[in-house]
């Protein structure tokens, strides 16, 4: 075993060490940003480069745009074809952010006032086919698409409100477009560029802003789904110990977080917040947990499932669940079929690996493994 091997396994094992043990082989795949925004469209970003407005060509904003029911069938068909050891289909947990900008009403306000609409009033205003829902039911229905929280948006609102105060005229053009995700923008550090973690701020007046997002947006959340969610995975990773009380409160038990956490500053600079992990997940507080694994097959540093798989074997060696890492930009295809069926093939291929691999594997949703543990 060369060095980078050894050094990789280490990383896994340290990873894994500490946690709930469960000494089961499941398998829970989370995947972020469904209800978020990204591009509008393809012709969107051709109009706005050809303006000279700077768009980082990521996977993220060349294919990632608002899911719609076609995206949904099939990934759906794609879990349904793959039984674990119970005969259960496979499942993915969609972290789920639940509103959006009202472009139109913050415009009005001279982009001093912020207003936002359920992801359910964005579809409409995108085109999706008024069925979207009924097929999110349909897939939550048949234990194929159990939804969790990803934050009420994936906007970082009061900096980009406040650079479109000042008349960046990027963030302005790109706004006309329905776009929020500029780049290169003066005074905003590197991790909170084009404006995604939500809970990235400059300043402790900005919190309690954020305070009423976590109460609004998980109120929502119910609303439009009917409970309350088990798990909140913050976008992009970014959060602060400040916000926990108001997470618990408003009845979310747990909290997806990193090893290594980014955490904003006084200044607005990030920091990074080590987490301790207990061997026993306690009742009566807020929670912590991590993802072990991830699988990004759109990405252009993938290459098969043996990575995803690696880090599975590494999970269970330890007696952990795997926990995997996906995003929706892997099963959308509003702006390219291909990417979707790329990402949807490979899907397939690594259900079919994990059980061939693991024929004791089982498939859960987040809700169900993480009040598994609560109940121990």
């Known amino acids: 075993m060369g060095i980078a091997a050894l050094k990789y396994k280490l990383i896994l094992a340290a990873k894994n060490i500490p946690g709930p043990t469960v000494k089961r082989k499941i398998v829970i795949i989370e995947s972020d940003d469904y209800g978020s925004i990204r591009m509008p469209s393809a012709a969107s970003f ?137 780049g290169n923008v003066e005074g905003i550090p590197g991790y909170a560029q084009e404006f995604r973690p939500e809970f990235y701020f400059t300043n402790d007046s900005q919190k309690k802003f954020l305070h009423r997002s976590i109460t609004e947006g998980v109120a929502l959340f119910e609303k439009i789904f009917g409970y309350t969610p088990a798990s909140f995975t913050p976008a992009n990773s970014v959060f602060h110990p400040d916000f926990e009380e108001t997470l618990y409160k408003a009845g979310v038990p747990f909290l997806n977080v990193s090893h290594n956490n980014p955490t904003p500053g006084l200044n607005g600079e990030m920091e990074w917040r080590k987490y301790t992990f207990k061997q026993k997940i306690k009742q009566q507080q807020l929670n912590y947990y991590i993802r072990n694994c991830a699988f990004e097959p759109t990405d252009d540093g993938y290459t098969s499932t043996a990575l995803t798989l690696q880090q599975m074997e590494a999970a269970f060696q330890f007696g952990k669940a795997a926990i995997i890492s996906t995003h929706r930009v892997n099963f959308t295809g509003g702006i390219s079929k291909t990417n979707r069926d790329k990402g949807l093939q490979q899907l397939s291929a690594l259900l079919r690996d994990i059980t061939k691999r693991w024929p004791d594997a089982e498939f859960m949703s987040s809700r169900d493994y993480l009040f598994m543990l609560l109940n121990k």
Request: include cysteine; hydrophobic fraction near 35%; charge should be negative.
């Open 46 to 182: 051709d109009l706005m480069k050809r303006a000279g407005i700077c768009i980082h060509p990521s996977r993220y904003n060349l294919f990632d745009t608002l899911e719609d029911k076609d995206d949904l069938a099939a990934l759906f068909e794609t879990l349904s074809a793959v039984k674990d050891r119970n005969g259960r289909s496979a499942t993915i947990t969609p972290f789920v952010n639940v509103a959006n900008p009202d472009f139109e009403k913050i415009k009005a306000s001279a982009y001093k006032e912020y207003f936002y609409e359920p992801f359910t009033v964005t579809q409409q205003k995108y085109g999706r086919d008024e069925k979207v829902m009924q097929t999110w039911r349909e897939g939550m229905d048949a234990g194929l698409f159990i939804p969790e929280y990803h934050g009420r948006e994936h906007i970082s609102v009061q900096p980009w409100l406040e650079k479109l105060q000042q008349g960046n005229i990027q963030l302005q053009h790109a706004f006309s477009y329905g776009f929020v995700a500029v």
